[in-house]
Protein backbone atom coordinates (compact mmCIF):
# COMPACT_ATOMS: atom_id res chain seq x y z
CA UNK A 1 0.00 0.00 0.00
CA UNK A 2 1.17 3.48 -1.23
CA UNK A 3 -0.95 6.45 0.44
CA UNK A 4 0.17 10.37 -1.45
CA UNK A 5 -0.71 13.41 0.43
CA UNK A 6 -1.10 16.66 -0.62
CA UNK A 7 -2.79 19.64 -0.78
CA UNK A 8 -0.92 21.30 1.86
CA UNK A 9 0.92 24.95 1.06
CA UNK A 10 0.62 28.27 2.91
CA UNK A 11 -2.20 30.29 4.11
CA UNK A 12 -3.51 33.22 6.33
CA UNK A 13 -5.05 32.34 9.28
CA UNK A 14 -9.15 32.14 9.27
CA UNK A 15 -8.36 30.97 5.50
CA UNK A 16 -8.73 27.24 4.47
CA UNK A 17 -7.46 23.76 2.68
CA UNK A 18 -8.37 20.58 1.76
CA UNK A 19 -5.85 18.07 1.78
CA UNK A 20 -6.47 14.84 0.28
CA UNK A 21 -4.68 11.22 0.30
CA UNK A 22 -5.00 8.43 -2.36
CA UNK A 23 -3.99 4.88 -1.55
CA UNK A 24 -2.76 2.06 -3.79
CA UNK A 25 -3.84 -1.71 -3.62
CA UNK A 26 -7.47 -3.02 -2.85
CA UNK A 27 -7.92 -2.76 0.79
CA UNK A 28 -8.54 1.08 1.43
CA UNK A 29 -12.52 0.51 1.11
CA UNK A 30 -11.93 -1.82 4.63
CA UNK A 31 -9.75 0.09 6.36
CA UNK A 32 -9.86 2.76 8.65
CA UNK A 33 -8.08 6.15 7.74
CA UNK A 34 -6.41 8.98 10.02
CA UNK A 35 -4.93 12.11 9.99
CA UNK A 36 -2.17 13.28 12.13
CA UNK A 37 0.46 16.30 11.92
CA UNK A 38 3.94 16.77 13.58
CA UNK A 39 4.94 20.45 14.41
CA UNK A 40 8.74 22.12 14.13
CA UNK A 41 10.38 20.60 17.60
CA UNK A 42 7.20 18.63 18.12
CA UNK A 43 5.76 14.93 18.64
CA UNK A 44 3.13 13.82 16.10
CA UNK A 45 0.20 13.60 17.18
CA UNK A 46 -3.75 12.75 16.12
CA UNK A 47 -5.64 14.95 14.29
CA UNK A 48 -8.36 13.16 12.90
CA UNK A 49 -9.89 9.52 11.80
CA UNK A 50 -12.52 7.60 10.04
CA UNK A 51 -13.84 3.91 10.28
CA UNK A 52 -14.08 2.28 7.34
CA UNK A 53 -17.11 3.23 6.20
CA UNK A 54 -17.29 6.95 6.94
CA UNK A 55 -20.08 6.27 10.09
CA UNK A 56 -17.50 7.13 12.83
CA UNK A 57 -14.88 10.03 13.12
CA UNK A 58 -13.05 11.03 16.03
CA UNK A 59 -11.38 14.35 16.18
CA UNK A 60 -8.60 16.11 18.46
CA UNK A 61 -10.11 18.59 20.60
CA UNK A 62 -8.08 21.24 19.07
CA UNK A 63 -9.71 20.91 15.36
CA UNK A 64 -13.31 19.97 16.33
CA UNK A 65 -15.35 22.22 14.86
CA UNK A 66 -12.87 23.50 12.23
CA UNK A 67 -11.25 20.30 10.51
CA UNK A 68 -13.90 17.50 8.90
CA UNK A 69 -12.80 14.33 7.35
CA UNK A 70 -14.32 12.52 4.77
CA UNK A 71 -13.62 9.59 2.15
CA UNK A 72 -14.75 8.35 -0.47
CA UNK A 73 -14.05 4.42 -1.03
CA UNK A 74 -14.83 4.73 -5.10
CA UNK A 75 -11.97 6.64 -5.47
CA UNK A 76 -9.48 5.34 -2.70
CA UNK A 77 -9.10 8.84 -1.26
CA UNK A 78 -9.71 10.38 2.23
CA UNK A 79 -9.83 14.07 2.73
CA UNK A 80 -9.37 16.33 5.26
CA UNK A 81 -11.25 19.45 4.94
CA UNK A 82 -9.67 22.33 7.33
CA UNK A 83 -11.28 25.64 8.38
CA UNK A 84 -10.60 28.29 10.28
CA UNK A 85 -6.66 27.94 10.00
CA UNK A 86 -4.87 29.10 13.31
CA UNK A 87 -1.21 29.38 13.10
CA UNK A 88 -1.15 26.62 15.66
CA UNK A 89 -2.29 24.54 12.80
CA UNK A 90 1.16 24.84 11.14
CA UNK A 91 2.93 21.17 10.66
CA UNK A 92 3.57 17.95 8.25
CA UNK A 93 0.02 16.44 7.69
CA UNK A 94 0.26 12.83 6.93
CA UNK A 95 -2.64 10.37 6.37
CA UNK A 96 -2.40 6.97 7.48
CA UNK A 97 -3.77 3.75 6.89
CA UNK A 98 -4.78 1.43 9.99
CA UNK A 99 -3.88 -2.50 10.08
CA UNK A 100 -4.08 -5.42 12.35
CA UNK A 101 -7.58 -7.51 13.16
CA UNK A 102 -9.53 -4.43 13.74
CA UNK A 103 -8.42 -2.45 10.97
CA UNK A 104 -11.95 -0.78 9.69
CA UNK A 105 -11.89 0.48 13.54
CA UNK A 106 -10.83 3.74 13.83
CA UNK A 107 -7.85 4.36 16.70
CA UNK A 108 -6.43 7.77 17.60
CA UNK A 109 -2.85 5.99 18.22
CA UNK A 110 -0.46 6.15 15.27
CA UNK A 111 1.27 2.82 16.60
CA UNK A 112 -1.99 1.24 15.12
CA UNK A 113 -1.22 2.58 11.83
CA UNK A 114 0.79 0.02 9.16
CA UNK A 115 0.70 2.60 6.51
CA UNK A 116 1.78 6.50 6.08
CA UNK A 117 2.03 8.76 3.36
CA UNK A 118 4.74 11.48 3.18
CA UNK A 119 3.29 14.18 4.45
CA UNK A 120 2.26 17.38 3.44
CA UNK A 121 3.26 20.45 4.25
CA UNK A 122 0.97 23.32 6.16
CA UNK A 123 1.81 26.70 6.92
CA UNK A 124 -0.41 29.12 8.45
CA UNK A 125 0.81 32.70 8.72
CA UNK A 126 -0.43 35.27 11.39
Known amino acids: VQLQASGGGLVQAGGSLRLSCTASGRTFSSRAMGWFRQAPGKEREFVAA????????SYTDSVKGRFTISRDNAKNTVYLQMNSLKPEDTAVYYC????????????????????WGQGTEVTVSS
Open 50 to 57: MSWSGSST
Open 96 to 115: AQKGGVYSGVYSTHSYEYDY
